[in-house]
């Protein structure tokens, strides 16, 4: 069966300092994964996903994740952080095939600090 | 182009009622998904629809039920309200093929 971990359920940064927010996923097959971004009062909005091509995805916003199979992870950074990046975060995973079905972390609230 | 569309934002029910929301994809958008986010539990997969069938559904009783229409517009339904179904639901839609999945604001569901 799929999972998800992130590491963290709040992570604080400094503005301007790096953002690294770590998401450790388990698949039988080859995955796809998402990371999305949520602000208050809002829906899910789609930051970058990894499906099967480049191992390195960049996506809105300066953020980029790096696909690691030897280590199953697929963390999101972002060399620095602004005010506006304050949100919550999920990794999520689906088996390549496209079954609708999205299996999510249980996300990282960032935290920027002036 | 118009994103998805849920209706309506937000919802006040009373424990044994039944209540239905509504999801508007992105036009030639043919899978709908159905998610419902809670604190306690996360983001939990509830069902998704394509081109009028249920294709998956995940682990809820079977209060919770939906359908699709054949503009793809797709709508849930809960019955039998319970205190612990007040929850945020998501919808989210997504091209035949593709792995992208965009998502609607939500209908936030309050049971008193």
């Known amino acids: 069966a799929q999972s998800v971990t992130q590491l963290g359920s709040h992570v604080s940064v400094s503005e301007g300092a790096l953002v690294l927010l770590r998401c450790n996923y388990s698949s039988s097959v080859p995955p796809y994964l998402f990371w999305y971004v949520q602000y208050p009062n809002q829906g899910l909005q789609l930051l970058l996903k990894?499906?099967?091509?480049?191992?390195l995805v960049k996506g809105i916003n300066g953020f980029e994740a790096e696909f690691k199979k030897s280590e199953t992870s697929f963390h999101l950074t972002k060399p620095s952080a602004h005010m506006s990046d304050a949100a919550e975060y999920f990794c999520a995973v689906t088996p390549s095939g496209n079954t609708g079905k999205l299996i999510f972390g249980q996300g990282t609230t960032l935290q920027v600090k002036p | 182009k118009a994103g998805v569309t849920q209706t309506p934002r937000y919802l006040i029910k009373t424990r044994g009622q039944q209540v239905t929301l509504s999801c508007s994809p992105i036009?030639?958008?043919?899978?709908v998904s159905w998610y419902q986010q809670t604190p306690g539990q996360g983001l939990q997969f509830l069902f998704e629809?394509?081109?009028?069938?249920?294709?998956n559904k995940g682990n809820f009783p079977g209060r919770f039920s939906g359908r699709q229409f054949s503009n793809s517009r797709s709508e849930m339904n809960v019955s039998t309200l319970e205190l612990g179904d007040s929850a945020l639901y998501l919808c989210?839609?997504?091209?035949?093929?593709?792995?992208?999945?965009?998502f609607g604001s939500g209908t936030r569901l309050t049971v008193v």
């Open positions: 990894y499906t099967s091509a480049a191992t």
């Open positions: 036009s030639g958008h043919r899978s």
């Open positions: 629809y394509f081109s009028e069938t249920q294709r």
């Open positions: 989210a839609s997504s091209l035949p093929g593709t792995d992208g999945y965009t």
